[in-house]
Nanobody, 124 residues
């Protein structure tokens, strides 16, 4: 599967942004999906994940209650709705996929396929 993330941009603190991840050369329903982010000089960190059907979601503590991960398998698309954005959310955001028969990983090394990243900048 090939992934392409989009929707990044500049947003003021407290604002909202919606990231999208389009899948091609594969069927998204065959994969568990995740969002990661990487700030300058830092490691790629887990943000959120969703199982293949959308029934289960997981979030890192710092985004719980602010971000929502969702998917539309019919459209082969993954989303990350970012609300109440904070300057510490500034990073390049990546979508990632792993086969659905594999337990959802919480680290980047567990994912097999990656999108190219989209930059989110939150101004204070």
């Amino acid at each position: 599967v090939q992934l392409q993330a989009s929707g990044g941009g500049l947003v003021q603190a407290g604002g909202s942004l919606r990231l999208s991840c389009a899948a091609s050369a594969g069927t998204l329903s065959n994969y568990n999906m995740g969002w990661f982010r990487q700030a300058p000089g830092k490691e790629r960190d887990f943000v959120a994940a969703i199982n293949w059907s959308g029934a289960s979601t997981f979030y890192t503590d710092s985004v719980k209650g602010r971000f929502t991960i969702s998917r539309d398998n019919a459209k082969n698309a993954l989303y990350l709705q970012m609300n109440r954005a904070e300057p510490t959310d500034t990073a390049v955001y990546y979508c990632a996929a792993v086969y659905r028969d594999i337990k959802i990983p919480a680290t980047a090394s567990g994912y097999r396929y990656w999108g190219q990243g989209t930059l989110v900048t939150v101004s204070s």
